[in-house]
């Protein structure tokens, strides 16, 4: 599974520089028809690979599929191709944005991990699975709201760069929309947790309830 997983993230890179070029060109509605297409050609693959009995490879190709589907797709779609065009500055440039972030997505990433080991060996396995899924289910009201938000907000706010003041209210009045949509799906999963979990993942995840 991580060999998959992990390859899907080399063919991820294929169609990245492409799908980010129609982002930017507000290409939204391209963008979904090609996620609507590779989604269901993945799902049918997988489908098909249960039937002869490959459950476990339907599971975790499925991830796969899609990334590679939809990546050809937009590299296709754009017609645009990569030129080796090596520019220092503009490289040292990009290297002084990117590593604040690496580095702070990397510190996150191992305080993760470093909490996850904690719960494994002091607690259990299926205590952090059960952990894991808790607190998926908790970030869930702001994810389905966060989730189509990114696809347009890099696109609106990359147009007032130039002006400090639009930039700022918009960015204030995207964080607004995002509060006032996600608290109400929050304080439904708060008071009526039994129904929203068994609806959404079914019986078998009521414990995670309490966590």
Do not use: H
Not at 102 to 117: K, L
Not at 195 to 210: D, M, Q, S
């Amino acid at each position: 599974a991580l060999i998959v997983l992990a390859a899907s993230l080399l063919i991820e890179s294929i169609g990245f520089q492409s799908r980010a070029q129609l982002l930017k060109n507000l290409k939204f509605k391209v963008i979904s028809l090609i996620d609507v297409i590779a989604s269901t050609i993945g799902i049918s693959i997988s489908f098909a690979l249960v039937l002869y009995g490959l459950q476990y490879w339907a599971l975790i190709g499925v991830f796969g599929l899609k990334f590679l589907l939809s990546s050809l797709m937009c590299f296709v779609y754009l017609k645009w191709r990569p030129k080796m065009d090596l520019n220092i500055n503009l490289l040292r440039e990009s290297l002084s944005f990117c590593i604040p972030l690496v580095t702070s997505n990397v510190i996150m990433t191992s305080t993760t991990a470093f909490r996850n080991g904690l719960i494994n060996n002091l607690i259990g396995k299926a205590e952090l699975g059960l952990f894991s899924k808790a607190e998926k289910i908790s970030v869930l009201p702001s994810m389905v709201i966060i989730g189509p938000l990114n696809r347009i907000v890099f696109s609106i706010l990359s147009k007032f760069k130039a002006n400090t003041k639009e930039f700022s209210d918009n960015y204030f009045y995207l964080a607004k929309l995002v509060g006032y949509l996600s608290y109400p799906i929050a304080t439904i999963l708060v008071f009526f947790p039994s129904e929203f979990i068994t609806l959404l993942l079914g019986e078998n995840w009521v414990i995670a309830i309490p966590v």
